[in-house]
């Protein structure tokens, strides 16, 4: 089972909200990843998490806070977001992200929309 | 850093002819290379990847792709296409950024199977 799922599928928000995108993955990886996708452009990486641990976060704005609660869980905390943040939002993972054979799997995304 | 082009936006096929989705690769080192299909509004499916070995890889749905070390190039393809390829394919490439290892991906090339 290579599955990685996504909640919600679409959300729509003003730019005042607080809300959530979560991520589950029960294959055992060790490695979680979020990333942005805007239409008909390549996936932007985002942050990851190995061991459940931030390793890496592309310079995002603070208006996005990622959270790892458990090896299987990743959550994506949205807060003060603006227009130009609606996208796909994609959530993926590997076995543990170091090695150079690592294959990411990745979920189905939620569509956001910032009004 | 690694990096890899996709000199094609658009690619048309007619429905059972053969397939090519072009890819071009710049790495120092050893090449670690994929191929993800993304349908619409869906997250990205992993295809198949070169790791090492035969330069002739295969994956899901019938697509095959050729590594070529002497033209930096890993090319997907397919035998026969199906309406139902038509897609957005995007090659990848294993990169190591930062302290980390990452996946670069190109810029992606919508397959369009004409009936």
């Known amino acids: 089972d290579t599955e990685v799922t996504q909640t919600p599928k679409h959300l729509v928000m003003g730019m005042t909200n607080k809300k959530s995108l979560k991520c589950e993955q029960h294959m055992g990886h060790r490695a979680m990843y979020w990333y942005k996708q805007k239409a008909k452009k390549p996936p932007e990486l985002m942050f990851v998490?190995?061991?459940?641990?931030?390793?890496i976060n592309e310079s995002v704005p603070s208006r996005f806070s990622p959270e790892c609660p458990n090896s299987s869980l990743l959550n994506l905390h949205l807060h003060a977001l603006q227009p130009e943040d609606s996208a796909l939002y994609l959530c993926?993972?590997?076995?543990?992200?170091?090695?150079?054979?690592?294959?990411?799997?990745f979920g189905p995304g939620t569509r956001l929309t910032v009004l | 850093a690694q990096s890899v082009a996709q000199p094609e936006d658009q690619v048309n096929v007619a429905e059972g002819n053969p397939l090519t989705v072009k890819c071009t690769y710049s790495v120092s080192g050893n090449p670690y290379l994929f191929w993800y299909v993304q349908y619409p509004n869906r997250g990205l499916q992993f295809l198949l990847k070169?790791?090492?070995?035969?330069?002739l890889v295969k994956g899901s749905y019938g697509f095959e792709a050729e590594f070529n070390k002497s033209q930096t190039s890993f090319h997907l393809k397919k035998p026969s296409a199906l309406v139902s390829d038509s897609a957005l394919y995007f090659c990848?490439?294993?990169?190591?950024?930062?302290?980390?290892?990452?996946?670069?991906f190109g810029t992606g090339t919508k397959l369009q199977v004409i009936p």
């Open positions: 993926a993972s590997s076995q543990d992200g170091g090695a150079s054979t690592d294959t990411q799997y």
């Open positions: 070169y790791i090492t070995g035969d330069n």
């Open positions: 990848a490439v294993r990169d190591y950024s930062g302290g980390y290892q990452k996946v670069t």
């Open positions: 998490y190995s061991y459940e641990k931030l390793s």
